[in-house]
């Protein structure tokens, strides 16, 4: 099957909050620009039921309804969308490829802002709670939501005792699972230290999540596996946080595109790859902090210099 050729000014792929905004800058430069997606337009911020630290909403909002925003705002300017999956790209010509199953869209600039996804257990009924049911991948936006309640957060790095700690300030009680020995844990010992001495919290040792179990579609309890022992240990849980790690969406990229060791996109602070008129934004991007506004002024950054990019090359 020959597949339609289409030209635009940049290729965006991944609709998230990075991919939108970007696309907010390009188009409203007047570049003819397309968002390819392959799921929902607002990526991971659409499974986030509250988003209580974005700018400009005192009152929080859904994310959906901030995403619905974001896409509404780019359709205004202009911006094409295509719900479809990426099969390959060509970066490194002057002109870049992106293929789809029917398609190849050439442009002179790609902005990518594929995202991720947040490791998950493998438990038994994970899937059934997930998105806005009683498994948060984000300490930040949901710990409102649980004041006064009992959760729980599974995982010993940083990111998961620093929530941890955090969470405390609005839980009554945060239960750890924890699967080293006692006291051991891959966090930074001055974190280690605080979570320890903190009465809130609570180290299951030895253990992993075994099943996510409720009579309702909210989830309700937890059991652990004692990975020793093989005991299994239930819990009252209101809601479990993961911080397992994190998959960042760059098979595409692979052998064009220099990543960390864990697969992030390394870019300096102009949003550029290693390759001329590639840039990525968002999730997917080395970066210390992953949230909508970090991933919002990625892509101001990301769309503004390949604006500008494009500019200088017509001229």
């Not at 994970?126 to 984000?138: D, N, R, T």
């Not at 924890?178 to 009465?199: F, Q």
């Amino acid at each position: 099957m020959d597949k339609q050729r289409e030209y635009y000014d940049v290729v965006i792929i991944g609709g998230g909050s990075a991919g939108l905004t970007a696309g907010i800058y390009c188009a409203r430069a007047e570049l003819k620009t397309l968002i390819i997606e392959k799921g929902l337009i607002g990526g991971l911020a659409t499974s986030t039921s509250e988003i209580e630290n974005y700018p400009g909403f005192p009152d929080s909002i859904s994310g959906p309804d901030l995403m619905n925003l974001f896409h509404k705002q780019a359709k205004k300017f202009g911006v094409h969308f295509k719900n479809t999956d990426v099969k390959s790209v060509n970066l490194t010509d002057d002109i870049k490829t992106v293929e789809t199953f029917r398609n190849i869209y050439e442009a002179e600039a790609v902005i990518i802002a594929t995202g991720g996804k947040p490791r998950l257990t493998g438990a038994v009924n994970e899937e059934k709670f997930l998105y806005g049911k009683g498994i948060s991948f984000c300490a930040t936006y949901d710990a409102a939501a649980n004041k006064d309640k009992t959760v729980m957060i599974v995982g010993n790095g940083d990111s998961a005792i620093e929530e941890g700690i955090f969470l405390t300030k609005f839980a009554k009680k945060v239960i750890v699972s924890v699967t080293r020995d006692t006291g051991n844990m891959r966090c930074h010992p001055a974190a280690r230290k605080a979570a320890l001495k903190n009465e809130k919290m609570e180290f299951i040792w030895n253990t992993k999540v075994h099943s996510f179990e409720s009579e309702g579609e909210l989830l309700e309890k937890v059991t652990l596996i004692n990975t020793k022992t093989k005991d299994l240990i239930p819990f009252d849980i209101d809601t479990c946080f993961l911080f397992i790690g994190y998959n960042p969406d760059t098979e595409l990229f692979k052998n064009q595109i220099d990543m960390n060791s864990d697969g992030y996109i390394i870019t300096n602070e102009k949003m550029e790859t290693n390759i001329k008129g590639v840039y990525c934004a968002g999730d997917v991007r080395d970066k210390p902090l992953r949230q909508v506004s970090t991933a919002v002024g990625d892509g101001a950054v990301a769309g503004y210099c390949a604006e500008k990019y494009i500019s200088e090359n017509k001229n």
